[in-house]
């Protein structure tokens, strides 16, 4: 083996660790602050609480991992935070709204699984907001901080480190590890979808700024939806959404029509690659501790 392939499965190797290091803290942090929220007679808001977990979880972890891996002058250009054009921040914010409604329709047939096969109720993955208070606690709790860490994380990190083996295997694990670590079955697809077009995102405009307000938007439009959007939209849902979809659509041709910025890398063949990491160690070890995790809440 040469020494170039040897230095990517060894740092494939540490990413993989990491995932499991995340998913431990996040359970961690989640036990820890709903213990501590008990004690409380004022308990911190649901979005509060989630912004805490992603600090704890995935902030920490960056940093410890950005401080380990990397020399300190080299994070920007591991991190991809390379200036962006204005094109690819436009298409990015378009993709972000009206993705979430193609995720809406995506998610149709896990919330009809969830309901009607397993027989349990769905939960969505942005709490609604409903004043203007809980609005600003939600912009900042489960659109800015999740849009910038998770960002960080997947595209910053997983994405980075296996796009350096082979690329599709990059955009297909960070995909799939994205929608499991939101770990809620009924949005499977929507996730899968968002982690996909993120990784697009990134590939084209070779700036992880792009992801990210791809991310923020796709989180706005959940938060704002169910008590802002849908009474708007409510006389002519489907057309609304149509319309949703078309644009999307637009907006993803015009984004692959520009020229891709991130150079194509196959150390690695991708199936293989993808395949050997899903079922590595550390993946199983965080699908373990999900599990677990979903156990005791069952019994709780």
């Known amino acids: 083996m040469s020494d170039k392939r040897y230095n990517l499965r060894k740092q494939i190797k540490s990413v993989r660790w990491m995932i499991f290091w995340v998913v431990l803290a996040q359970f961690a942090a989640e036990t820890a602050i709903a213990a501590a929220a008990s004690f409380m007679s004022n308990p911190p808001h649901d979005y509060i609480r989630i912004a805490a977990v992603e600090l704890i979880a995935i902030g920490v972890p960056i940093v410890i991992y950005a401080k380990t891996a990397w020399n300190g002058k080299r994070v920007k250009t591991e991190l991809c935070l390379n200036r962006c054009n204005v ?36 939960v969505n993955s942005v709490p609604v907001a409903i004043e203007w208070t809980e609005i600003l606690l939600g912009v900042a709790g489960v659109v800015i901080v999740p849009a910038v860490l998770e960002e960080f994380w997947m595209r910053g990190i997983i994405f980075r480190a296996y796009n350096r083996c082979n690329r599709w295997a990059a955009v297909l694990f960070t995909a799939i590890i994205f929608a499991f670590l939101h770990m809620r079955l009924n949005e499977l697809l929507g996730f899968l979808f968002m982690g996909v077009i993120a990784s697009l995102i990134l590939i084209k405009s070779n700036s992880l700024y792009a992801a990210m307000v791809y991310h923020a938007m796709s989180n706005l439009t959940a938060l704002l939806f169910g008590a802002y959007i849908m009474p708007w939209i409510i006389d002519f849902i489907w057309l609304a959404f149509a319309v949703a979809v078309l644009v999307f659509l637009i907006a993803f041709a015009v984004m692959l029509k520009q020229k891709t910025a991130m150079p194509i890398r196959k150390e690695f063949k991708a199936g293989r690659l993808v395949i050997n990491s899903v079922f590595s160690l550390p993946v199983i070890l965080s699908v373990a501790v999900v599990i677990l995790k979903n156990l005791l809440l069952s019994i709780g």
Do not use: D, H, R, W
């Open 87 to 122: 094109l690819y921040i436009l298409i990015a914010a378009i993709l972000g709204i009206c993705g979430q409604f193609v995720m809406m329709l995506l998610n149709i047939p896990g919330n009809i699984f969830v309901n009607s096969v397993l027989k349990q109720e769905t």
